[in-house]
């Protein structure tokens, strides 16, 4: 079982910068691919970015280039570095695990409460 935390959202203006943390307990992070997904008002969850056990990354297409994901595995924490953010990356984002390989959540087995992110213009 593992247990994931998301912390370090908030209410920020547009072009701001946040970073987010989701730490892991009960299993190594290091056993998983990490993901942020998220969920905008009245959107689907969607995918944001991912690190993969060897620590590549991956991102969804529109958010490369602002979001830098990353590891520390001897912390198990993942962070979400959002940087240049617009009112559209508004949302609740979440922190998810997964041991497969893959970016549709029902792929992970292992889901964070999600941490609350505003983007206000």
Do not use: H
């Amino acid at each position: 079982q593992v247990q994931l935390v998301e912390s370090g959202g908030g209410v920020v203006q547009a072009g701001g910068s946040l970073r987010l943390s989701c730490a892991a307990s009960g299993r190594t992070s290091s056993s998983f691919a990490m993901g942020w997904f998220r969920r905008g008002p009245g959107k689907e969850r969607e995918f944001a970015a991912i690190s993969w056990k060897d620590s590549s990354t991956s991102y969804a297409t529109s958010l490369k280039g602002r979001f830098t994901i990353s590891r520390d595995n001897a912390k198990d924490t993942v962070y979400l570095q959002m940087n240049s953010l617009k009112p559209e990356d508004s949302g609740v984002y979440y922190c998810a695990a997964s041991r497969r390989i893959g970016l549709q959540p029902e792929l992970f087995d292992y889901w964070g409460q999600g941490t609350q992110v505003t983007v206000s213009s």
